[in-house]
């Protein structure tokens, strides 16, 4: 593969990363900030106690996490190197 072909492909997976964490973050917060009206809201709608939300709420966390480490930032790492060989 050319070099030049690496360091795109890893900028873009890195800015994925990025993307991806700040878009995480923006989500964190806003779970945060209205969880008693979304919880209130969830809880009428859907018939789903605040436990069990909180535990959907974590699984959402836990493979958005995944997602982002090891679709967006194990590949930037791995074509990093790559780079640095050539």
């Known amino acids: 593969m ?8 890893r900028n873009l997976f890195f800015r994925m990363f990025v993307v991806g964490i700040v878009i995480a973050l923006l989500l964190l917060g806003a779970t945060l900030a209205f969880w008693n009206a979304a919880a209130g809201w969830v809880m009428h709608l859907f018939s789903v106690d605040e436990k069990t939300l909180g535990r959907i709420v974590l699984t959402f ?6 997602v982002v480490l090891f679709f967006f930032l194990v590949p930037a790492i791995a074509l990093h190197w790559m780079a640095k060989k050539h």
Request: hydrophobic residues 50%; proline residues 7%.
């Open 2 to 9: 050319e070099p030049e072909k690496i360091i795109f492909l």
């Open 61 to 66: 966390f836990t493979n958005v996490r995944i």
